[in-house]
Antibody, heavy 120, light 108 residues
Framework: QVQLVESGGGVVQPGGSLRLSCAAS????????MHWVRQAPGKGLEWVAF????????YYADSVKGRFTISRDNSKNMVYLQVNSLRAEDTAVYYC?????????????WGQGTLVTVSS | SSELTQDPAVSVALGQTVRITCQGD??????ANWYQQEPGQAPVVVIY???KRPSGIPDRFSGSTSGDTASLTITGAQAEDEADYYC???????????FGTGTKVTVL
């Protein structure tokens, strides 16, 4: 069965950095795009970034462009989110999600999330 | 970027029907998907591509779209349907994604 397990969250000061990781299993990882989606405490879902199956295309929400970088290692079945220049408003649970692919544009599997808290 | 607007909260009596709407310009071009999120849990897709149900999703969940408005209908709501529901689609660029503001469904 498909499993997505995020890690790397924690408490960081404003202006700091973290690298979030997502370990994928149960499907042919190199065939699918992957997303990061976040949810601030008590708030709604916000799409953050997408990386194509081969890493050739990456897209970011305007709110994180230039500060966050999505990457993947298909040999390790891992997707990453490097988050830099963190702000209080980046505090959220960060989910990785699998793209359904093959002409369907939605998130068919989600991890349980990793919490990033930006606070001094 | 595009926006998708949902009513913040709706309530439904047990066994009755409730419809949740999602409005946004991008829905004229791109299909809507719907996710259910229970407290403390990750979202789960309940409808994709306007009106398709993934395997394992009860057939009381249905979706439709008219113009710039997508709808999720729960016919015969059950206690376990009490959750937050979010719509989503691609935005006007086609390369970004957007979520609706979310609707909290309470089953009375």
């Amino acid at each position: 069965q498909v499993q997505l397990v995020e890690s790397g969250g924690g408490v960081v000061q404003p202006g700091g950095s973290l690298r979030l990781s997502c370990a994928a299993s149960g499907f042919i990882f190199s065939d699918y795009g992957m997303h990061w989606v976040r949810q601030a405490p008590g708030k709604g879902l916000e799409w953050v970034a997408f990386i194509q199956y081969d890493g050739s295309h990456k897209y970011y929400a305007d709110s994180v462009k230039g500060r966050f970088t999505i990457s993947r290692d298909n040999s390790k079945n891992m997707v990453y989110l490097q988050v830099n220049s963190l702000r209080a408003e980046d505090t959220a649970v960060y989910y990785c999600a699998k793209d359904k692919g093959y002409g369907d544009y939605y998130f068919d599997y989600w991890g349980q999330g990793t919490l990033v808290t930006v606070s001094s | 970027s595009s926006e998708l607007t949902q009513d913040p909260a709706v309530s439904v009596a047990l066994g009755q029907t409730v419809r949740i709407t999602c409005q946004g310009d991008s829905l004229r071009t791109y299909s809507a998907n719907w996710y259910q999120q229970e407290p403390g849990q990750a979202p789960v897709v309940v409808i994709y591509d306007k009106n398709k149900r993934p395997s394992g999703i009860p057939d009381r969940f249905s979706g439709s779209t008219s113009g710039d408005t997508a709808s999720l209908t729960i016919t015969g709501a059950q206690a376990e349907d009490e959750a937050d529901y979010y719509c989503n689609s691609r935005d006007s660029s086609g390369n970004h994604y957007v979520f609706g503001t979310g609707t909290k469904v309470t089953v009375l």
